[in-house]
């Protein structure tokens, strides 16, 4: 009998895989672990522990910041300060869990373990309507980005533990769903050769686009290079022509004291447009602002906001929402007073949105966060970021077949999906 197989007869719900061990199911939470210096080697265990409710995360906030600090990459999604609000105020989505991968040294049992990282998982029983059961990096309405958090240190092996957590503890006809990764991050290059390297099937389902700012050598450079000779007239007269109607000015949330009065105007401002007609504004549901209240405050002590004002006789006509993770940016909310719209007030807070990056170094890039093809943001920015979407067999051989199936299960769907009137019409017969 194997390692392995001695580890599954004594608890079916742990693997252990070149000192890898998972553990899902129930399994009480292991001591927390304090923030201490830990050198990763041949050593290190990794061991995965699955938490459903938001309170038994709090006590872990001090090592869910240190581990931020010492990340891959940012993920804001995956930080303690937006994800706990998250689950805490149930933002529309399935039931999540949160995988979380922590590392112990077998050659110092005393030592307390260290959180490596953060998976925020849903369980899904179909994968768009097919019969493969999906663990998906859980993403909800109001996300930045979806890539899991991992300790820079040891990223590679934390990949592999929440995978070997997922072939054990999962049925077999189970596939990981990656549904949002950006293909120039660190996280996917990662992932891909982890994947390669232990010889694991994936498959990319989805390609898409979107906009993505990207600084030139200064400002004007970059406005000069936007839109079309009309549209930035357009811009200069629709700016001139509102200025004739009071002061205009563009200001930035500074202080700690202006939070709130802040967020109160910008879910008023929300809310008088359409979408608090449609009831998707933040201010119709009470969990929805509390969770901007938590994370806008936050965000704010921890020097990852960037809440920009265009004002009108000092009153808000435009405000706009922005979390930084240097070395990039997520272009979060926008809100506009609808009855000025023929002065495009969203698009004059832009322009002031893009003079400020360029006063920002650290800043890189700046995520729209946009639909592709959006009328707005594809005008206004230049760069564009690619993304996809991608599936990953755990590594049972059902998992597998499975995965390979997809494009064909899917061709079937969209077969069995036509109207069988349109089964006997010819091409050429059908209109436009």
């Not at 890539?147 to 990223?155: G, N």
């Not at 009309?230 to 509102?242: A, D, F, I, P």
Request: glycine share 6%.
């Amino acid at each position: 009998m194997t390692e392995t197989d001695r580890s599954l007869a004594e608890d079916p719900r742990t693997i252990i895989r070149g000192g890898i061990e998972s553990r899902g199911g129930n399994a009480p939470m292991a001591k927390l672990p304090q923030v201490t210096r830990f050198n990763f080697g041949e050593t290190s265990r990794f061991t995965v522990q699955v938490v459903a409710d938001w309170r038994d995360l709090e006590p872990l906030r001090p090592q869910w910041v240190e581990l931020a600090e010492n990340a891959l990459e940012p993920s804001p999604f995956a930080e303690n300060w937006m994800l706990i609000p998250a689950l805490r105020y149930g933002l529309p989505g399935d039931a999540a869990r949160v995988a979380l991968v922590f590392a112990s040294d077998t050659a110092f049992p005393s030592h307390d373990a260290v959180l490596c990282g953060v998976f925020p998982i849903e369980e899904k029983a179909r994968f768009r309507g097919l019969p493969t059961r999906v663990v998906r990096i859980w993403s909800h309405i109001y996300s930045v980005g979806s890539d899991p958090l991992v300790r820079q240190e040891c990223a590679p092996a934390c990949i592999r533990a929440f995978i070997d957590w997922a072939r054990a503890e999962q049925p077999a006809q189970t596939l990981i769903h990656f549904p949002e990764l950006r293909v120039d991050s660190k996280f996917f290059e990662l992932l891909i050769e982890t994947l390669r390297q232990d010889g694991r099937n994936y498959s990319i389902v989805d390609v898409w686009k979107r906009a993505m700012f990207q600084p030139k050598a200064d400002a004007q450079q970059y406005i000069q290079s936007i839109g079309t000779a009309h549209h930035r007239h357009e811009w200069r007269r629709q700016e001139r022509r509102l200025s004739e109607k009071g002061a205009i000015t563009f200001d930035s949330l500074d202080s700690v004291e202006n939070v709130q009065p802040w967020l109160d105007e910008f879910i008023a401002l929300e809310m008088r447009g359409w979408k608090g007609k449609q009831g998707t504004a933040f201010g119709c549901g009470a969990g929805h602002r509390a969770w901007l209240v938590d994370v806008v405050r936050d965000a704010f002590e921890r020097r990852r906001l960037m809440m920009l004002a265009l004002r009108l006789d000092d009153k808000a006509i435009a405000m706009r929402l922005s979390f930084l993770a240097h070395p990039g940016s997520f272009a979060f909310k926008i809100a506009f007073d609808e009855s000025l719209l023929k002065f495009s007030p969203g698009v004059l807070l832009e322009l002031e949105n893009i003079r400020r990056l360029h006063t920002m170094p650290e800043i890189e890039w700046m995520d729209s966060l946009a639909a592709p093809n959006h009328p707005l943001m594809d005008r206004v920015w230049k760069g564009r970021a690619a993304f996809v979407s991608l599936l990953v067999a755990p590594g049972p051989w059902l998992g597998q077949i499975l995965l390979a199936s997809i494009p064909l299960l899917q061709t079937l769907k969209r077969l069995c999906a036509r109207r069988p009137q349109d089964a006997d019409v010819h091409p050429q017969q059908r209109s436009d």
